[in-house]
């Protein structure tokens, strides 16, 4: 009787482990695919910063997003120089496009840090372009790799850039939406006027109105 209550006790810890043990396996599976991927595109020393924080062993993830500067602005890489470019949420290049027409901060594992994505015109070579900048540098390389918990961009050097207006950053989109609901703040040039949204996001109502989709 005893055997057959201690195998069933084992049975029930195995079968309530079973998903966490599942994710992370996934989840270094995937990390060791996006190291490579970086590699693989020129980025030498933030996967090494990567590799050698031991980042998963530290805290329970679900999911990550990485934004790899590239190596001339890692000057010293370290723990913080990682964590700052990481983001505890899964944020492909399909949902930054539509976060940086707003002017968004997303949460970072660096305490009191967070990147501010942003739609701008980019002086690149001479040619202006309309870019996507994470931090004031170019989202040069959306979507280097993509899994079902981990997402890579590469980040190019700081541009020279200005501000797009914001109507002309919306117009085409907002077209075809459907407005639901207008968040008006208060204050509209208190730009501390911050409200913290679900999945580590955050906007500035001091800058833009945001619409509900």
Known sequence: METKLSSAVLLLIVLLLLPSITTAHRLNHELSLAISALRYHGYSLFPNAVTESDLLSS???SALTF????DSLLYSPNSDSLFRFVSPFRFPTSRIR???YYGTC???LLPHHHLFIQRREVLLNGTVLDSVTVDGMRLSLPDLFVGSSIVVHGLDQI???KVLPIDKLVA??????TKTSLLRP????NLRDIEIMENGVYWDHGKVEVWNL
């Open 172 to 177: 085409a989109y907002l077209s075809s939406w």
């Open 98 to 100: 539509i976060l940086s």
């Open 159 to 161: 541009l020279e850039s």
């Open 67 to 70: 934004f790899s500067p590239p």
């Open 106 to 108: 997303l949460k970072t």
């Open 59 to 61: 805290q329970n993830f």
């Open 186 to 189: 208060k204050n509209r040039t």
